[in-house]
């Protein structure tokens, strides 16, 4: 008896010990990253940046310049640049029409340089949303259970899409930091930080090795429509569900339909896996002319080099803020904006300060936590870009309206030079 109690034993520990093997070879790649991430005090996203996938250029259409773009002259710009600067900036660009006005690089940094575009990654889901609306893929008002079979058998099948992209889906909150600002020394404080994040699912869909099945792991906590809490988990789940809906991945959406077409270099962004899903919600790499790029579609409706790339009306359908929040729309920040805090997800410290609001009532940006925003105003015909450090002391407001202010012109800028 006792013999066969140590054979069963036996068994079940092998077994068990397989099956445990088994799982931590399947999640290998979420584990390594999570590991790697507790040896530093950078940002996650500039710790884990593979695998990637190519964004590939197919005829680059370059900008035009004005003579002399670097020493443009104009005092506010000085005054622009030099508060960039002073704030770690990395990269400046500003455009009227498709002209680049003003062009500036600092750390190391040039025209070439490959760099974060963080949170204002998730605005380009919405604007495949134009093209996927247009062609009669699906419609906005559409329950993203037609597209989630996971989500058919709960409440969430009835969450909109527009409540996806307007940060309103009433799912838990999925914050973009990682394991807080917390500087980790020792074996012990990385292993207290491994252990608490092994199971999270925040983590999980930053680190993981499948984004899908992470981004569907989030529950209802609040009523849909009625909460802005800006979102991961949504810009992921909305990538997933225009996959299905146009039956291509989202990064050949992507590279297809808007990057290729607007003439931007080769990028790149961060997968899941070799072969898997891109995450949507952040961590594009590219060149500060391509993301300038994206500035002048918002500011001229969806158009650059003669060329429509977003449906007509879309960028102001994106820039139509909800009834949760009037100053964000479909994935997109919109304006007028009043003086004070902007807060990314309710009752917490994730927020951007605005000491005034824009000087152009029409302001609309890309942006979210990482160092970078694309600004556009389509009545002063104006694009610009910050790549760098948005520290605590970073005013979301100072560098637009410096430069708003200067009233550049092509003219102008061409007398000053």
Excluded at 159 to 175: C, F, H, K, M, R
Excluded at 257 to 281: F, H, T
Aim: hydrophobic letters at 50%; glycine letters at 10%; charged letters at 20%.
């Amino acid at each position: 008896m006792f013999r066969r109690l140590l054979i069963i034993l036996a068994a079940v520990l092998l077994v068990g010990g397989s099956t445990v093997v088994a799982a931590v070879i399947a999640q290998w790649p979420y584990v390594s990253r999570l590991w790697r991430v507790s040896a530093s005090n950078e940002s996650w996203s500039d710790v884990v940046q593979t695998p990637r996938f190519a964004l590939r250029a197919r005829a680059r259409l370059p900008l035009s310049r004005l003579a002399g773009t670097e020493s443009f002259a104009a005092e506010g710009m000085r005054r622009a640049a030099d508060w960039a600067s002073q704030h770690g900036a990395f990269a400046l660009l500003v455009a009227q029409g498709e002209t680049v006005l003003f062009e500036q690089y600092w750390q190391g940094k040039d025209a070439t340089s490959l760099l974060g575009g963080g949170g204002l990654s998730r605005s380009l889901v919405a604007m495949l949303y134009g093209i996927a609306v247009a062609e009669g893929r699906l419609q906005l008002t559409d329950e993203i259970g037609q597209y989630l079979d996971e989500w058919r058998g709960d409440a969430r099948r009835h969450i909109t899409v527009q409540q996806l992209l307007e940060n309103t889906s009433g799912l838990e909150d999925a914050p973009p930091a990682l394991g807080g600002d917390n500087i980790r020394v020792g074996l012990r404080s990385r292993l207290e930080f491994f252990v608490a994040e092994l199971a999270d699912k925040n983590a999980r869909l930053k680190l993981g090795n499948n984004f899908a099945a992470a981004a569907l792991l989030y529950k209802l906590q609040h009523e849909p429509g009625l909460r802005f809490a800006l979102s991961d988990a949504n810009a992921q789940l909305a990538a997933v569900v225009l996959e299905r809906a146009m039956g291509q991945g989202y990064a050949e959406l992507l590279a297809e339909r808007i990057w290729q077409p607007m003439g931007a270099a080769n990028a790149l962004m961060y997968m899941d896996r070799p072969s898997g899903m891109p995450a949507a919600y952040c961590c594009l790499r590219a060149r500060a002319e391509d993301f300038l790029r994206l500035g002048i579609l918002l500011a001229n409706e969806g158009v650059i080099h003669g060329q429509r790339i977003l449906p007509a009306g879309w960028v102001a359908r994106m820039a139509s803020g909800s009834r949760s929040n009037p100053n964000y729309g479909l994935q997109l920040w919109t304006s007028p904006l009043a003086a004070g805090r902007r807060e990314f997800i309710p009752g917490t410290n994730l927020a951007a300060t605005h000491g005034d609001g824009f000087a152009a009532s029409d302001v609309i940006w890309m942006e979210g936590p990482g160092g970078a925003a694309v600004w556009a105003s389509p009545s002063q015909d104006l694009a610009i870009v910050y790549i760098g450090g948005m520290g605590t002391d970073f005013d979301a407001s100072v560098l637009v309206n410096l430069i708003l202010r200067a009233r550049i012109t092509p003219t102008a800028a061409a007398a000053a030079g």
